[in-house]
Each structure stands twice: as C-alpha cells, then as structure tokens.
C-alpha cells in the first residue's frame, strides 16, 4: 500500500529549529514532485516547498533562506530554521505522480498525501 507517513513535528521556541521527514512506504522509482504544504487554523493551505525527482527546489516567499527540502532514497526532509510565530501550522507532505514500489508490486499515484505533522512555534 502507498503511503506517505510525517514526523518530525513539535513545539520550539521561536528562533530555533525542526526538521521534518516525509516518509514514502516503498522504494521511490519516480515521482513528479514531491510537496510540503501547511495549513494554519482559519487559513487556506500554503504550499510551503517544492522538490522535484531532479532535485530541483522551489519555496514560498515566506520561508525563502530559512527553509531547506531535500530528498535522501525514499525520505524527504524539510530543514527549518530561525522559526517564527506565523509558521504555526499543521505540515502535509504530497507526493504528484509519484510510482513507488512495494511489496505487492508496483503502486502509481496521481496525488498521495500524509496524515500531517503539527508545528507549534512559541513567541
């Protein structure tokens, strides 16, 4: 079954640091682009980070220089630094057009989403 599981997530002060992994259930043999989103309480979901299976990256504005993504085999991580209030959010990682393997065979996705890891920044 094709799954993507997130952890990571927690309370920091602001200023500091998490870094969250996006977890894919089997072997990663291709995928358009792999996404972290966020979506804050009373607010429309924010596409955060973007990065592709060529390793091409792409960010928000408003994480620009304080927020890495990056992949490693079937992981990626979202590196964030210097923290602020306002990135408070639940953190979803999706993966488009992604074809993993698994142990039933090979499993294709147009759209796989996690379950979400929460981010709490404190003032």
């Known amino acids: 079954q094709a799954q993507l599981v997130e952890s990571g997530g927690g309370l920091v002060q602001s200023g500091g640091s998490l870094r969250l992994s996006c977890a894919a259930s089997?072997?990663?043999?291709?995928?358009?682009?792999i996404n972290w989103y966020r979506q804050a309480p009373g607010k429309q979901r924010e596409l955060v980070a973007t990065?592709?299976?060529?390793?091409n990256t792409n960010y928000a504005d408003s994480v620009k220089g304080r927020f890495t993504i990056s992949r490693d085999k079937s992981t990626v991580h979202l590196q964030m630094n210097s923290l602020e209030t306002a990135d408070t959010a639940a953190y979803y990682c999706?993966?488009?057009?992604?074809?993993?393997?698994?142990?039933?065979?090979?499993?294709?996705?147009?759209?796989?989403w996690g379950q979400g890891t929460q981010v709490t920044v404190s003032s």
């Open positions: 089997g072997t990663i043999f291709m995928f358009n682009a």
């Open positions: 990065i592709t299976f060529a390793g």
């Open positions: 999706n993966a488009d057009q992604i074809l993993l393997g698994t142990i039933g065979g090979p499993v294709h996705k147009d759209d796989l």
